[in-house]
């Protein structure tokens, strides 16, 4: 089945220690989106890629970075993980043009000791 | 840029009554407006959607509705059952054009058996 996969699900680092999330996609969808969620709160958008387009929310710590090699993979650096950090980051594809709606992969819980 | 409100923000009813929950938007240009139910510690997943060149969608005991003039879109939940416990975002973006997703705060819905 297409989809959307995120690895790992749970990731634990120190606080400082710099930490990557990965997520593949099986869809062929144009754009991939990292969104950081937090309890009780609605997904907030960090930065997302339209092909190869790089777009990052205006509110975004440096502390973000993002890379996507190829269409089907996307990364979400964490450079120096601070305790307020700490949520469930999705990734979500969609396709542009045909009012897709996002598809979100199962999700990463970090955790910052 | 685009603005989702959303309305309640917590919503108890009893098992086989009705829910309703409601959202506002805030750019006219907006046309695609999907709702996405989250349970607790999984993924948001799309339960219906619903484009401004339609005023109402119905699939099985969800329905939504549009009112473009008003800027404002609802989702009905008949004959609620204890699994349709969970939290529902609203969202608002545009279909053919690139645009990013803009979430609603949302709703936490619990069905009382």
């Known amino acids: 089945d297409a989809m959307v996969i995120q690895n790992p699900r749970y990731q634990v680092t120190q606080f400082g220690k710099p930490v990557t999330l990965s997520c593949s996609q099986t869809?062929?969808?144009?754009?991939m989106y990292w969104y950081q969620q937090k309890s009780s709160q609605a997904p907030k958008l960090l930065f997302h890629?339209?092909?190869?387009?790089?777009?990052n929310e205006a509110d975004t710590p440096d502390n973000f970075q993002s890379r996507r090699p190829n269409t089907s993979f996307c990364f979400l650096d964490i450079r120096s993980p601070g305790l307020g950090d700490a949520a469930m980051y999705l990734c979500?594809?969609?396709?542009?043009?045909?009012?897709?709606?996002?598809?979100f992969g199962n999700g990463t819980r970090l955790t910052v000791t | 840029g685009e603005n989702v409100e959303q309305h309640p923000s917590t919503l108890s009813v009893q098992e086989g009554d009705s829910a309703v929950i409601k959202c506002t938007y805030s750019?006219?240009?907006?046309?695609?407006f999907p709702w996405y139910k989250q349970e607790l510690g999984k993924r948001p997943q799309l339960i219906i959607d619903?484009?401004?060149?339609?005023g109402e969608k119905k699939d099985q005991r969800i329905a939504v509705t549009l009112n473009k003039t008003a800027k404002h879109f609802s989702l009905h939940i008949t004959e609620t059952q204890p699994e349709d416990s969970a939290v529902y975002f609203c969202?608002?973006?545009?279909?053919?054009?690139?645009?990013?997703?803009?979430f609603g705060p949302g709703t936490s819905l619990s069905v009382i058996p």
């Open positions: 979500a594809t969609s396709r542009v043009g045909r009012g897709s709606p996002l598809h």
């Open positions: 869809l062929n969808h144009n754009v």
């Open positions: 890629y339209y092909d190869k387009d790089f777009n």
């Open positions: 750019d006219s240009a907006s046309n695609y």
């Open positions: 969202a608002a973006s545009k279909v053919t054009s690139y645009d990013k997703v803009i």
């Open positions: 619903i484009r401004s060149n339609v």
